[in-house]
């Protein structure tokens, strides 16, 4: 079973600039997940997608930041324009339907640097 | 306001000996507990988990031990093994409502051979 995959693995942009970051969750994962770890600390909630509904967006820390789930698979995370605090590591994860277990399944993550 | 604390960024264990990596947390509401391992450049992953119903779960060599009252819990890993170096990350959930996990800021474990 292939694992949660990110794209791009790393990108640099400069301050202003659009980037878009990509996820495909595994196969049947109803729950995917936006996660951020900046400057090495607690790696931080952003949003919650259930199929492609917005669960839950308490995390995402202002409108320059969109997420989206296209048909409830794959989810993009744009941020426009990006800023310099922007820097760190985007993390997807996802999670079948609920079951009694609550482990969430992490992708590798993409590594923004903002210049 | 940081919910989950892992107080010790960092820690170093002798191949065989046992490690121990703590958590503590401040919202009671939370039900459920897990922790996650994490590589240089991977995503983290699962390593076990408990819930507040319980207090002790054990997965081969990985043990977690909740204390409700002390609100904190703890990983032991016994015996400690070299591939084991890594950052472990603590984090908790609130099952009944949103269900995003809440996560410490990590404790690097080194064992050396």
């Known amino acids: 079973e292939a694992g949660v995959t990110q794209f791009p693995s790393h990108s640099v942009i400069e301050k202003g600039q659009t980037v878009t970051l990509r996820c495909d969750p595994i196969s049947g994962h109803d729950n995917l997940y936006w996660y951020r770890r900046v400057m090495g600390k607690e790696i931080k909630f952003l949003l919650h997608?259930?199929?492609?509904?917005?669960?839950?967006e308490s995390g995402m820390p202002n409108n320059r930041f969109l997420a989206e789930r296209t048909g409830g698979t794959y989810s993009t995370l744009k941020v426009q324009p990006a800023e310099l605090e922007d820097s760190g590591v985007y993390f997807c994860a996802s999670s079948p339907p609920p079951a009694g277990r609550h482990e969430q399944y992490f992708g590798p993550g993409t590594r923004l640097t903002v210049t | 306001d940081q919910q989950v604390k892992q107080n010790s960024p960092s820690l170093s264990v002798q191949e065989g000996r046992i490690s121990i990596l703590n958590c503590d947390y401040t919202n009671s509401m939370f039900d459920y507990f897990l922790w996650y391992k994490k590589y240089p450049a991977e995503g983290p992953t699962f390593l076990i988990s408990i819930s507040s119903i319980k207090d002790k779960n054990e997965d081969g060599r990985f043990t977690v031990f909740l204390n409700k009252s002390a609100k904190h819990l703890s990983l032991h890993i016994v015996p400690s093994q070299p591939g084991d170096s890594a950052v472990y990350f603590c984090a908790a959930i609130i099952t009944g409502s949103a269900r995003q996990l809440t996560f410490g800021s990590g404790t690097q474990l080194t064992v050396l051979p």
């Open positions: 997608f259930v199929k492609e509904s917005k669960q839950d």
